[in-house]
């Protein structure tokens, strides 16, 4: 019964789910690219040897922001996810050779939490060495009430502090308007302000009068145990939406 709850809250939740898988169907393949072309160019600079190495990605749903290209370097991917759909999709995009693919459904937080927090541990059951976190830290909050959002924070700040490394992208910002598309670097983790003011600094004269409903996404103290830089990429995500993704890691 668990596992049955599982692939529900998989299936229908507030950020992810067959309601993602519809929008990709819709702008995956044109909307998107650029974004997905921009975050490979990064990922390829945090991960440099990716045919040495064994990637634990966590919460791809089915993949649609990873370059395929890219990820089928990689020597052997796990991919973890509670969406029953996510496997065979992540599959056929990122691996066809199945020996070196393998999807496991699973709450990741949940069993994170029962492994300590201990990031080492639960990476190394799965037959990983470097995790990356795929569009997931940022979408916590629309996930979990405040008191489990306390706990998950804590327990983060505790996993990601280790010496496992990893790599996250995720929203730190969502405007209602289709944005530009920028690229945007700091040595350490910009201030609201600052990075907010970096963002708009490059918008049309004619749109910046909307900066006061940019919406910022919670991001927990686990961001502590980044290391710079932190990079930041526009992703239109609708014709009249856009997220600003931050990605950053330890590796």
């Known amino acids: 019964m668990k596992r049955l709850g599982e692939g529900i809250r998989g299936l229908v939740n507030a950020s992810g789910g067959v309601g993602y898988h519809l929008a990709a169907l819709r702008f995956a393949s044109r909307l998107w690219e650029p974004f997905r072309e921009e975050l490979a160019r990064e990922l ?24 395929p290209a890219f990820f089928r370097r990689f020597r052997r991917i796990v991919a973890v996810d ?19 693919f393998r999807f496991v459904r699973q709450d990741f937080l949940r069993r994170l939490g029962e492994e300590g927090w201990d990031l080492g541990a639960w990476t190394r059951g799965l037959g990983g ?18 008191a489990r959002m306390r706990e998950i ?6 996993a990601l ?15 209602g308007i289709g944005a530009p598309r ?12 600052e990075l907010a003011d970096a963002w708009t600094a490059k918008w049309d004269a004619s749109a ?13 103290e686990w961001v ?22 931050e990605v950053c890691g330890k590796t």
């Open 44 to 67: 390829a600079r945090r991960f440099p040897s990716p045919e040495s190495t064994d990637l634990v990605v966590v919460g791809p749903s089915g993949g649609y922001c990873l370059d």
């Open 208 to 220: 910046r009068g909307i900066v006061g409903e940019i919406e910022e996404h919670e991001i927990g």
């Open 182 to 193: 920028v690229s945007l670097e700091f040595a350490s983790r910009p201030g609201s302000r």
């Open 224 to 245: 502590n145990g980044a290391r710079g830089p932190f990079r930041y990429l526009s992703w239109r995500l609708e014709a009249r939406r856009t997220q600003l993704i």
């Open 82 to 100: 509670m969406d029953p759909l996510a496997g065979a999709i992540l599959r056929s995009r990122l691996a066809p050779d199945a020996d070196r």
């Open 153 to 158: 924070g804590a327990g983060l700040a505790r």
């Open 129 to 146: 060495e470097a995790v990356l976190f795929s569009n997931l830290l940022g979408q916590l909050g629309f996930l979990h009430g405040e």
């Open 161 to 175: 502090g280790g010496e496992t490394p990893w790599v996250s992208f995720h929203d730190r910002f969502s405007v």
